[in-house]
Nanobody, 124 residues
């Protein structure tokens, strides 16, 4: 059974930072694309950032580019999202997701494994 577990969410003031982590178990994600998505109340799940399984190529949504950094540690089967200069509009439930191919994708329908999410709340 493949499990993804997020941690690191919380309440932070605007301009602050948080670091989200995603730990994978039951499957080796070394060679597959991974991504972060978020969903605010009443809104659809949206793409945040992704990283490929080969070459660690990264890709970001325009709304977070320059503020968020995605990374992975294949030896530990983990992925992280460093979030700096947070804004109230970043408030959402954040999910990590994994694919079965090495490429990344911004469409959530292209991901096969999902965590339960971790809440990020940014106060103004």
């Amino acid at each position: 059974q493949v499990l993804l577990a997020e941690s690191g969410g919380g309440l932070v003031q605007a301009g602050g930072s948080l670091r989200l982590s995603c730990v994978a178990s039951g499957h080796t994600f070394r060679n597959v694309g991974m991504g972060w998505f978020r969903q605010a109340p009443g809104k659809e799940r949206e793409f945040v950032a992704a990283i490929s399984g080969k070459y660690n190529i990264t890709f970001y949504a325009d709304s977070v580019k320059g503020r968020f950094t995605i990374s992975r540690d294949n030896a530990k089967n983990t992925m992280a999202l460093q979030m700096d200069n947070l804004k109230p509009e970043d408030t959402a439930l954040y999910f990590c997701a994994g694919r079965t191919e090495w490429t990344f994708h911004r469409n959530p329908g292209e991901y096969h494994y999902w965590g339960q999410g971790t809440q990020v709340t940014v106060s103004s």
